[in-house]
């Protein structure tokens, strides 16, 4: 196996190597596995595998979740359709780590492409624990004790009907989340405020509110350049995709954005999504 370092911030492609083979071996796993929570995301091409031998190698990382909107390739439960149209149905196109809404979000995913066009529809990951490192320390002192609201509401729910959005919401209640979390395996410091996060929880305190009203430009403008933090490029890979090409990412760590520049083309993709554990 090659390993191929992509940029000093985030990413490798591995050559010479068949996931159809990992999930079948033992020394195999534990060397991506490694490799993962060093490089964070991890690339490989000209996978022409299976469904079952794309969940079997997901399943090595942990046990599968489906998606509450997403639908699931019927027959592979844990494997999820990511197909885009010539419907107006793009909405993965903002840095974002995947389902914060969750009370345990997903550990990591492994996406796989069906098909995509020649150009465009490139995936971008952000390597967040980076984004933390390199916060100003005023900022990571105002922020280290920190909650923050995460729901699927405003983003997932918003083209839904009241009725339809209202079960959602029970389904899913609000979440809340540290604005800097742990990684459960490295120890690393991770920021972790995403398109899903409403506001803060514990901002609301005489060091930062003298009136109520400070809250709005304190909080809101705080939360917002928290949010800018993914769009740096120092901290970026950018992917481009071919048929069976497949990527594997530690969604504790990381943000991605899938670039929606090739509407009306159509594009196929496949997402195993690895249940992970509450954020601390
Ligand atoms: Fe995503």
């Known amino acids: 196996m090659q390993i191929n370092q992509l940029t000093c911030s985030i990413g490798a492609e591995l050559t010479g190597v068949s996931l159809a083979d990992v999930a079948r071996d033992d020394s195999l796993y534990a060397e991506i596995k490694a490799l993962l929570l060093k490089h964070r995301v991890l690339f490989f091409r000209d996978q022409d595998i299976t ?7 997901a399943r090595r990382f942990g046990d599968l979740e489906d998606h509450p909107v997403n ?17 107006r149905d793009h909405f993965e196109n903002t840095y974002h780590s995947d389902a914060s809404w969750r009370p345990s979000p997903p550990k990591g995913a492994v996406l796989r492409c069906i098909s995509c066009p ?3 529809g490139d995936t971008i990951w952000v390597n967040m624990v980076e984004a933390y490192k390199h916060l100003p320390e005023e900022i990571k002192q105002k922020i280290s004790h920190l909650r923050a609201k995460h729901g699927i509401e405003h983003s997932f729910g918003a083209i839904m009907s009241t009725e339809e959005r209202e079960e959602l919401v029970r389904k899913h209640p609000l979440v809340d989340h540290p604005v800097v979390r742990t990684h459960p395996e490295t120890g690393e410091k991770i920021l972790y ?12 305190t005489p060091e930062n509110v003298r009136f109520g009203q400070d809250k709005t430009p304190g909080a809101s403008l705080l939360l ?23 990527a594997i990412w530690d969604n504790a760590a990381t943000q991605h954005y899938a670039v929606s520049d090739y509407w009306p083309a159509p594009r196929r993709m496949e997402r195993a999504t690895i249940m992970g554990d509450r954020p601390f």
């Open 193 to 204: 405020v995403t398109p899903f996060s409403t506001h803060f929880i514990n901002y609301h």
């Open 71 to 87: 639908n699931t390739v019927p027959g592979y439960p844990g494997l999820i359709e990511i197909y885009k149209s010539e419907k």
């Open 118 to 120: 020649d150009v465009g």
């Open 51 to 57: 469904r079952e031998d794309h969940v079997a190698f």
């Open 224 to 246: 917002n350049y928290l949010l800018s933090q993914a769009a740096i490029p120092e901290y970026q890979v950018r992917f481009r995709w071919r048929p069976n090409s497949v």
